[in-house]
């Protein structure tokens, strides 16, 4: 895709999104002066994407996307978007609810059978809205915290605490094996707690029920209709991915790698660029996808439970829906290894911001908020 000066200069809708051609230009580097403090020849950074009306109206990057080869970010590459992930995972579920193959208030064990008894059912609705009182990754390995009493507290071969992320390591079916013997933390229905555990169950419901992995599934069902051609769950920790961005974090008045080496899904390892969550962004106001686009987008968009997410803020199926700049806005963030994502959309106004950072300590949601109140002011 062209840059956004060249896509769009000359064009009425730039004339629809700012008032002037000047006033398009001053916002496109009124963004990029937001990033003036990435270093593009010796730092990582962001891969950004602002969408309004349903078009792509600034995407650039900043900073390098390898440090090794010294390649710049361009707003192209793929990136891993640690839990921004969660909401493809939950549309997957919802589709599958759709068919008639789920019932979102059935409890999770009739489709998981293998799973141990939690002594309570446990509707597939309350692990999609982090209600279902499930544990977390704490409760594999305490960690540098320590064991976490009722976890499984699994041990390395090397001696001390299981290490997720670089370090340790295990398979899908290891690691299912392992989130079956988990038990509930609390009661179901009684408060949000946060379980990214509970979004690897629904990666394995989507299996079960489809015959399909997560990966395969969605790519048939959501990312080939939708023509997101580079975006996949990456469930194979060795494939060659092109055009990744590659994970860092800072160390020593420098970088180092920061890349996991855990390939489940579902609660994360999606792949994806800016170019196709435009295309995933444009759905949300002209859906397509399902049996009734139009009733499937409504239900997307509903809350799970009425529980709170945060103050003033509900969760809907990998959504948080709260408000901002005094209007209605959609969000979530995603961090993990070398990643640190933010997907801000606001419905009302059909705008939104897409940062995808391959610097662990960059922080995507303050930067989207300067680029929020940035284009609002512009208005």
């Not at 790519?219 to 920790?237: K, V």
């Not at 790698?257 to 855990?262: K, W, Y």
Request: proline share 5%; with cysteine.
């Amino acid at each position: 895709m062209t840059s956004w000066r060249a896509r769009f200069s000359g064009l009425s809708l730039i004339a629809v999104l700012m008032p002037s051609l000047a006033g398009a230009n001053d916002f496109n580097d009124s963004v990029d002066a937001i990033f003036a403090q990435i270093d593009a020849a010796t730092d990582p950074g962001c891969s950004v994407g602002v969408f309004a009306g349903g078009e792509l109206i600034h995407r650039s990057g900043y900073g390098l996307a390898n440090l090794e080869l010294d390649v710049p970010l361009d707003g192209t590459q793929v990136h891993r978007i640690g839990s921004v992930s969660k909401q493809f995972t939950a549309f997957a579920v919802l589709l599958l609810a759709e068919e008639g193959k789920v019932d979102l208030e059935g409890d999770i064990r009739v489709y998981l059978p293998e799973l141990r008894s939690y002594g309570y059912p446990v509707s597939i609705n309350a692990v999609l809205g982090h209600v279902a009182g499930m544990a977390d990754y704490d409760y594999v390995s305490g960690g540098d915290d320590g064991p976490v009493e009722g976890g499984l507290n699994l041990t390395s071969v090397a001696g001390g605490p299981f290490r997720l992320g670089n370090e340790d390591y295990l398979s899908i079916q290891e690691f299912f094996d392992v989130v079956k013997q988990i038990p509930l933390r609390q009661a179901p229905n009684e408060s949000y707690r946060y379980s990214n555990l509970g979004y690897f169950l629904l990666s394995m419901l989507v299996e079960t029920v489809s015959g399909e992995s997560l990966r395969e599934y969605a790519a048939r069902q959501i990312f080939e209709p939708l023509g997101m051609s580079n975006t996949f769950f990456s469930d194979d920790p060795v494939e060659v991915v092109k055009n990744r961005a590659s994970g860092y974090r800072p160390e020593a008045g420098g970088y180092v790698t920061d890349m996991t080496n855990l390939f489940w899904v579902g609660d994360g390892g999606l792949h994806t660029n800016v170019d196709d969550l435009a295309l995933w962004d444009a759905h949300f106001y002209q859906p397509t996808l399902g049996l009734k686009p139009e009733a499937l987008m409504a239900q997307f968009l509903t809350p799970n439970s009425p529980i709170p997410s945060a103050p003033d803020t509900l969760y809907a199926n990998g959504q948080n829906i709260g408000r901002a700049n005094g209007k209605e806005r959609i969000y979530h963030s995603g961090g993990w290894l070398g990643v640190t994502t933010f997907y801000a959309r606001y419905p009302a106004e059909q705008f939104s911001t897409v940062l995808l950072c391959n610097d662990v300590s960059l922080s995507p949601s303050s930067l989207s908020e300067q680029i929020e109140r940035l284009y609002f002011s512009s208005r």
